[in-house]
């Protein structure tokens, strides 16, 4: 009896676990919130992405999409928060949950990132939206997935779940130590985990990797590496920035010393988020 007694508990540990709550996000007088909105569905799953917005303003305002990290296998969007900096500057806010690897395996992840990005755009009049100030962001699979979406721009070629026959180009993508190129990374647990039985194809690899999307019509990067990453290779930054430069796209690229995945201190986040802002003020206006 005890043993089961100690069982029951443990399971119940592991439930409490996983039905960790978050606070809910803190947003300021005169803002909207929209929770859990379904802006997809697919084989059952939903898609869902929380909003804020304005509720009244004379014009469109600007729009960051956050994507949440994992390693495409973990995370929620309810763990993401720190947003009054673009509050403050007057951004509306998606915060977007996707497929992960135990529903879906690549490239589900990108295509529910493009259906995010869909729905944005063809709600843009009710949500207030200005679909000329579109900035994806996103901090390691985020920022894979914001690049991906953001790269392709009219590149439609994962968009089968949601068919939209207008624009999907985005004005700029935060990129937060996020994975470029996946074909080195392969053989990574949690890159071949999502790549499923794809690992082994080269091409299929690339057709997920964002550094093969790079051109001269790419919207601007602001990217930003711990060159101490022990999960994300800090190369990874460094060939996006490369390439980037190559091709002639705007681009600022943040290298923090010794800074690790994401573990940065105070001081350096407080330098992450005036070199962002610099370069979103120098490729987006406000007024």
């Known amino acids: 009896m005890k043993k089961i007694m100690f069982y029951l508990g443990v399971i119940a540990a592991i439930s409490n676990m996983a039905a960790q709550t978050y606070p809910p996000v803190d947003y300021p007088e005169g803002y909207q919130a929209e929770i859990d909105v379904i802006y997809s569905e697919v084989d059952g799953w939903e898609g869902r992405m929380d ?33 009054g900096s673009f509050f403050k500057n007057g951004y509306a806010v998606a915060n977007v949950e996707y497929r992960l690897v135990d529903v879906a395996t690549a490239p589900g992840a990108v295509e529910d990132v493009r259906c995010a990005l869909v729905y944005l755009f063809t709600h843009a009049e009710a949500l207030n939206i200005d679909t000329d100030k579109i900035v994806l962001m996103g901090g390691s699979a985020g ?25 999907l180009e985005v004005a700029a993508i935060i990129d937060k130590y996020g994975v470029t190129d996946l074909t080195p990374l392969s053989e990574w647990k949690s890159a071949r985990n999502w790549l499923g039985d794809g690992f082994r194809d080269n091409e299929f690899v690339k057709s997920v990797s964002p550094l093969y999307y790079v051109d001269t019509n790419s919207p ?26 190559e091709k002639g796209v ?5 290298t923090i010393e010794g800074g690790q995945h994401g573990k940065f201190n105070s001081d350096e986040k407080k330098k992450v988020s005036k070199a962002m802002w610099d370069f979103l003020h120098s490729v987006i206006s406000t007024e």
Not at 149 to 167: E, I, R, V, W, Y
């Open 51 to 83: 909003i804020y917005y304005p509720k009244h303003m004379e014009k469109a305002v600007p729009l960051v999409v956050n994507i949440h990290g994992g390693g495409w296998n973990h995370g929620v969007k309810e763990s993401q928060r720190g947003y």
């Open 143 to 167: 920022g894979h997935l914001a690049l991906m979406a953001g790269l392709l721009g009219n590149d439609k070629k994962f968009d089968t779940h949601c068919p939209f026959d207008g624009s």
């Open 220 to 245: 601007p990067v602001f990217i930003v590496h711990g060159d101490a990453d022990p999960i994300v290779p800090y190369e990874q930054s460094v060939i996006l920035h490369r390439k980037l430069q």
């Open 250 to 254: 705007k681009t600022s690229f943040l």
